[in-house]
Structure formats: C-alpha cells, structure tokens
C-alpha cells in the first residue's frame, strides 16, 4: 500500500483500511488458538454465556461505571478514588451512571447544558468493600433497587463498565436474576479481561500472532533467585534491564536498572526482594524481568473490538503518550505525528494482536502501549509493552472529543492539570475564569474541555482536553494558555 493512501492511520481505520485480509484474520486466529486452550478459555466464556455482549445492539439503557479496584496501586494516585465519575462521559440520554462519591456540584449541567451529552441519571451507591468498588456497591441497598427499577421499565439493561472484572459480571447476573430481564455486558468476561491485563499473558499472545521480535525480550518467575539470575543474565546484553509485576498499570509496578548495577548477585538480591515487598508480592504470581529498551517514542493504539460475528477490530485511533519521570508514569496523550509508514505498521500489529483477543471472546475497548526504536523516518522496529484491556486515559478523552466534535478528529491534547492554588476551588469558578474559551459543541467556540472534575476539590486536579487549529495550538492551549486563564501561571 503506497504511503499516500496510508495516511490518516492515526485518526483510525477499518480492518481493510488497515491493509489486512480475512487471511490475516484467519491466521491470528490459529496463531492464538493454542493459548485460549491452554488457559481454558471456552469453558470459562460459557460461565458467562447469558451476559455476554450480542452481535447486534439490544437498544436496552447502559448503567455505565469505573470501577477500577482491579488495577494495584492504584491509592497511590493523587484523588483516584474520584475516577470513578469518568464513567459519566460515557453515559448518554437515559442512560444510568453509578459512584460510590458525590458528583462535583455543577458539572452534571455543565455535561447536559453545555457539552450537551444529555440527561443521564446518577446513581450513588453506598460503600461495601473499598472506595473504588463500585460494582460491587451496586449489587445492594438503594443503587441496586433503582438499577433494577430502570432494568423493568426498558425491559432489560446493558452494563458499560471501565474493566470487565468479575465483580462486573455478579452485578450483572444479580440484576438479571432479580428482573428476570436480560442483561447484557460490553466488555470482556473476566478470562478475557485478564488475557489483555496481564503483561505475561499479552507478551505470549504477541509472540504466537506476531513473532518474537515484537516484543522486548523477557523471562518471567515466582522465585527470587531465578529473577535474580535472569536480571543478571539480561543485563549482559542490555544497557538498562527491568521488573514488571503483571497487572499494574501507568508505569506502577515497575522498576528499572542500569546494567552495571546488576553485577553483583547478592546486590541484586536485596534490590528483588525490596522491590517484591514493595509491591506487595504475594509469592505466588508470576514477576516480569525484562530488556527496558530506551526511547522517547512510547505510542498507544486505541482498539474497538465487536462481539464475535459482528466484524472484524477496528482501529480508533494512533497517540503519542505524553510520560514523566524515570518510571515513565502516564500524563496524558496527543494524537500521533509519528507519520504515515509508523502509524500503519503500528495499526496493523494491533489489530491482528486484536482478532486473536476477539477469539478469546473480548469484546470493547482495548488499547495497547508500545515502543518505537530508532528513525521513524528511517528504519525502525515495534515492541509491545502492554495491553490495557479496559478504558484509560487516552480512549476516555478521544470518546469525549468524538462525541463533542462533528466530523474528523480535530488536532488536541489531553493530560492532567493539577495546581496548589486549583484546591477547593468550584468548578463553576473554573468555567468563569475560563470563560469564552470553554468549548460549546453547540457553536464549535472556544478551546477547553473539562471532565475528571472529582478531584479539583481536594487536589486541585482535573482532566482537560485542549483543542486548536494546529497540534501546536493544542500543546500552547494546555500548557500556557489555560495557566493564564485559571491564574495560575
């Protein structure tokens, strides 16, 4: 395929735009067939079998939620126990969305009045377990009352959460069982879910649709003195070697070495053990070493992945990630300017990746992190880092501009923007500081979008998507002209 007709990639694509074939599709297939045996994965897809997503659209209302209480680690983020209110720029008109804490005042008519997203009813739920497990929360009390109530008056119900955890599909059973209704789920059964989580279980998935050269070169074992040995091992051949626990995400869970520090095995003892109490090690599950391959080019693929027999994956989108730190911590996400040769090569790998997961019976969002190594503009190769087998920071804020934005996908950048000063301020302070510039779909003015709100209270943090007519109108949005328009600058 000539590089002019490629172009366009990072906006996204169908599985043929994408230059691939149903003998592409039947090969990933066959290539992934051996893991799902080994895993189980027919008999574990018919526990489910009554909630899994059909192949055509029911037209039931969504009860839409984040649960994110499967992702370790995560209490270490600044205000995540809010998240759980990103669940509201998924819901659209009569659709239900549920959190176990209070709405941000004002941003309820912020998204029907002026984003214009419709009228979607809140659903609070009261804590049962932790604070971000929301699903489990609407199995009872009051939550689980109305979610039925609304179940019987549409006369069934759809489940659109952040992570197909299995807490999600109890929820849906209980709800079922008490209307007598169906319900349906759209997102992986829990077999699937973790096939796409789990960093091992991707990487094997890689190597047997793609080949090995896809990804870093890794060894993987619960016991200590053979993750000693294989950092030491790879660090002869690699300048910077890693750990990577398997189910974390934004860079938790990792850490990294240069070689020369590994030489010494007691040493490096004492550094595996530090990392595994760290972590919270249970002794048991599988721990990553890994080749930590440098660059500054880590894209992310965003995926749609339909119920098998109603189409083939099909791409939504190419980003940039935007990472801090040593340990690489996610901030947020531009669309790629990676050009038009990386951008298919990307496109392509992840779909394929994609078909074998659609035969693991994945259904949804689902997006993965990757490596370019050397010139895009010249020769270069791809690895795969992980999949996030859920919705995330870079599919939540391009969901939000495709909803927003009539016709392509326009230049933007989206992160976290957090300040001292921002603490305790009201959201409707916000959108008077900001003023014109706040984006109104209605009339396509103004440059910002706001949504994570939940954490503004007590962080001073929230999620902003910056529009503009250039990506590097986008970038200055974000990055000095909002400062200037919140005071903060």
């Known amino acids: 395929m000539a590089e002019a007709e490629t172009r366009g990639l990072e906006l996204g694509g169908s599985w043929l735009e994408a230059g691939l074939s149903e003998d592409d599709y039947a090969r990933a297939i066959e290539a992934g067939r051996p893991l799902g045996e080994r895993l189980g994965v027919a008999e574990a897809l018919a526990t489910w079998s009554l909630h899994r997503w059909p192949a055509e659209e029911t037209g039931f209302p969504r009860l839409v939620l984040d649960d994110i209480s499967a992702i370790p680690f995560l209490v270490n983020v600044v205000g995540v126990e809010e998240y759980q209110h990103r669940a509201r720029v998924r819901a659209n008109d009569g659709d239900l969305f549920a959190a176990v804490t209070s709405e941000t005042p004002g941003y309820g008519a912020y998204c029907e009045d002026v984003l214009g997203m419709g009228r979607a009813e809140f659903v609070r739920a009261e804590v049962s377990g932790g604070p971000m497990e929301v699903a489990r929360a609407c199995s009872q009390g009051a939550a689980f009352e109305r979610i039925c109530a609304r179940t019987r008056e549409a006369g069934g119900l759809s489940i659109d959460p952040y992570m197909g955890i299995k807490a999600v599909w109890e929820l849906a059973a209980a709800v079922a069982s008490e209307t007598g209704l169906p319900v349906h789920v759209c997102a992986p059964p829990p077999i699937a879910t973790w096939i796409g989580n789990d960093k091992g279980l991707l990487s094997e998935c890689v190597e ?6 896809w990804v870093v070169e890794t060894r993987e074992s619960s016991e200590v003195d053979a993750l000693v040995s294989h950092l030491i091992d790879l660090a002869t051949r690699h300048a910077r070697v890693g750990l990577k ?46 080749a930590w391959e440098s660059t500054p080019l880590s894209p992310s693929t965003q995926i749609w992945i339909p119920a098998q027999g109603a189409g083939r994956p099909r791409l939504d989108g190419i980003y940039e990630q935007l990472l801090e730190g040593e340990e690489r911590v996610f901030l947020g996400s531009r669309p790629s300017g990676l050009g038009a040769r990386v951008n298919r090569k990307l496109a392509r790998a992840s779909l394929i990746v994609c078909a074998a997961l659609q035969s693991f019976g994945y259904v949804g969002r689902c997006s993965f992190d990757l490596l370019v190594l050397g010139d895009p503009a010249g020769e270069f190769e791809i690895r795969f880092t992980e999949c996030n087998g859920r919705w995330g920071g870079t599919s939540t804020p391009m969901h939000l501009v495709d909803r927003l934005v009539a016709g392509p996908r326009p230049p933007y950048r989206a992160q976290v923007f957090q300040h001292a000063d921002l603490v305790g301020v009201p959201f409707d302070e916000i959108l008077r500081r900001v003023g014109p510039e706040v984006y109104r779909p209605s009339t396509g003015e103004g440059r910002f979008v706001f949504y994570n709100t939940g954490p503004l209270a007590n962080s001073g943090k929230l999620d902003v998507v910056s529009f503009g007519p250039t990506q590097e109108a986008a970038e200055r949005g974000l990055l000095e002209d909002l400062p200037r328009l919140l005071g903060v600058s």
Request: charged content about 30%.
């Open 208 to 213: 047997r649709t793609l080949g090995p050269t």
């Open 245 to 290: 626990r398997t189910r974390c995400a934004s860079g938790m869970g990792n850490l990294h070495f240069p070689a020369e520090a590994l030489r010494d095995p007691d040493t490096v003892c004492t550094r595996v053990e530090a990392f595994l109490r760290d972590t919270e090690w249970d002794g048991k599950e599988a721990v990553l070493v890994v």
